[in-house]
């Protein structure tokens, strides 16, 4: 019952606009989408695709860095940019008096932006401080090594969008101002507007800013399913830490995958539903091991990975990696029961009201929609997807994508284990 | 209008009730604050709220071990506790068929929780572990010390988890006794926004809550900060990425009329990308990031400012920045202008934060914690008062070299 109305436009540079209007709230999410995004970046200049992403918003052929930043700041208002895996997003979150504002500036900053050379020296200390810690932090440490060992050279799954200390020290503007030259364009952009706000306008407007941007240089990046990679286990040290970071899993799939929904169920109920599924019965309140850990299925436009993270003492690290392949063994031959699969499906269907509470819930939930051509009646149809699950579906799921523990890849980054 | 005003219920046992019907979307936040937190722990057995939030979690005999998470997940619900300086709290936001379910589970958790003595015995690994979680960040061990040495004698000088000593011997007794102690109706907010008809709401509140029985009200605190007479400066050396600095002041508790201008203080220094403190202390190359700002506490806390270092910085120069902004603020003031700027900020962020029903309710009983909700609907107003010589006159009250504490966390190699 929880319906959404989207409406869905293009402009006539082909960008497609999504708006959905509520009215509840005087405030409006602007989210522009472009394709320019880290699954281009090439080892080599890891990080180039964030870099540039963040490097829009400081100046652009109109506004300097500092008229940006009045702007925004006095309407209230934020600007942001920033790259995920597979989109560069811009966007602004604004009071809906000042939609008109929010869409100049995404505009601006999408379509002008000079990465002047100040600017651009303090964005680079900013990022490299930032993947200097990283480096001293034990999950992001544990999540690059399972990457590294996960996906092969030149996979585009393999490298962290924010890139490495050693790749981003290199670039330079000339880089940036590149990448935006030859990877930002209309091309593959779409555009979600959540608020209070009325449709055609919205349109009418959006065609005024972006309706003149040329569509060129890349659509759609295609990822390669990487070959299973080979069982490995890895400790890495990161020194002057309390607590060990582990991360084990495998490639899983895409989230086009047939399996997609009942495997995401399936995953649910291991290590996500009520207080982190089977997981967190096991590890964390029959044994005590840990304070978080959590099962994740991350299907994007290629196989992304399934994985598994807890945070534990050194001391026991064995022991929680037991409790693990325990649990995933017991998924993967005994399946789920009709009783938790009935949980998972009403937890499904009944939090889809809480998901799309607020401006920016309903916005993720239509960037996916137009990302992964979910259909513009998804959310109507959602709960007879999440419905018609069987146990077979969910079982059989689990047995073929669930990995065995012995076929995983394993990091555990933290203190020295004696 | 698609929301009510709040209106205020009394129970005959004391429970406070707040309930405000807003009709956005078909779900109802039902939350109870516990007016105990870190604020009324002593030496030895720090960490006890926190833990005991943990405990409340485990089950009673309506609701065995895990029934309630699966219950709430199974009618689409989320649920959460957490604990702070003044206060633990709990919540379930669910769908509107299916509010009830919140109310029946709060209520049992106020009177019939179990505390068992083997799940006590589990549980002192995972809170061990929370907290080992949190040592993993340098940040931590900086806020600790900085927070530990700016108070001498109230308790808001220790951390909310604990120290670590205090989580290996805390008992099942000291567990049960704070439990027995704090959780009754007397000493507890209930508080329910979302979509429900408020009649129908309090009748069911009142046949859950309204059993059990009044407890003898708990000890009050008493302590009183004494006036720092110097600055005081710690420095935490352990192996990490980068320096990372913590100034903090004392500042007066959320009923002092100085409050709402040290927020806007705050967020002159650091809200936004035209703050002072981005400008002097990020555009320079000195710091990656720098914030400010001060909490809504019932006693006097912390004014702080923070500020990650760039690799390349030499500490003292970023502390010499910073206090340098704080100067030339205090004698050049801050301009109409500015604070209109932050006036507009806080009101644009006070409507984006309070979209969801579940924020709505917390912001209720934060207030209510703090120095009652009646101040969260006038919270607008009062900050539109605010002018550019409150500003001044707060900065120039508080930070002032005699009340402030320094903090540095400096890398070392292992």
Redesign the interface.
Known sequence: MATLDIRRTTLSNGIVVLVSENHTNPSVVLRMSVRAAPILDTPEKAGLASLTASGLTRGTTHRSFEEINETVDAAGMSLHSGAGRHLVSVGARSLADDLQLGIDLVADVLRNPTFPKREFEQLKGQTLTSLRQADNDTGAVADRHFRELLYPEGHPYRLRNTGYQETVAPLTRDDLESFHAERYSSRGAFCVVVGDVIAEDVVRRLEESLGGWEASGVAEAQVETPVRPTPSHKDVVVPGKTQADLVLGAVSIRRKDPDFQALRMANMILGRLGMMGRLGETVREEKGLAYGVHSELDAGIGAGPWAVRAGVNPANVEAALAGIRDEMQRLREGGVTPQELDRGKSYSTGSLVLHLETNDGVAGLIQDIELFDLGLDYADRYVGIIEALTLEDVNRVAAKHIPRFEDTVRVVAGPARG | M?AQPVQEHTLDNGLLVLTREVR????VSFYVWYRVGSRNEIPGVTGVSHWAEHMV?KGTQRFP??EA??L???????RNGFTWLDYTAYYQ?L?AA?ARLGIEIEADRMANSVFNADEV??????????R??N????GFYLTEELTAAAFKSHPYGQPVVGYKSDLRVITREDLWGHYRTYYAPNNAVAVAVGDFDTDRLMATVRGEFGRIERRPDPPAVRIVEPEQEGERRVTVK?????AQMSIAYHVPGADHPDTLPLWVLGSVLS?????RL?KSL??T?LA??AGAGSAMTKDPYLFRISA?A??DTDPPKLEAAALAEVESLISSGVSEAEVA?VQ??????H??ST???TSLARYLGQYEMAHGWRRFETYLEDLARVTADDVLRVARTYLVERNRTVGWFLPV??
């Open positions: 698609d956005r979307a078909p779900l979690f071990k895990g998470d699966k709430v997940a199974q009618h689409g619900g989320v936001t769908p299916n015995a589990s549980e002192r690994g995972v809170i061990i572990s929370e080992e979680g040592e993993n960040h340098p352990r192996p990490g990425p980068v809200t936004g990308r035209s703050s981005y990020v555009m190359g990656s990031s990650t760039r690799p700027k507009r900020q806080i009101k644009a962020g409507v984006f979209e969801g029903v190699a292992e």
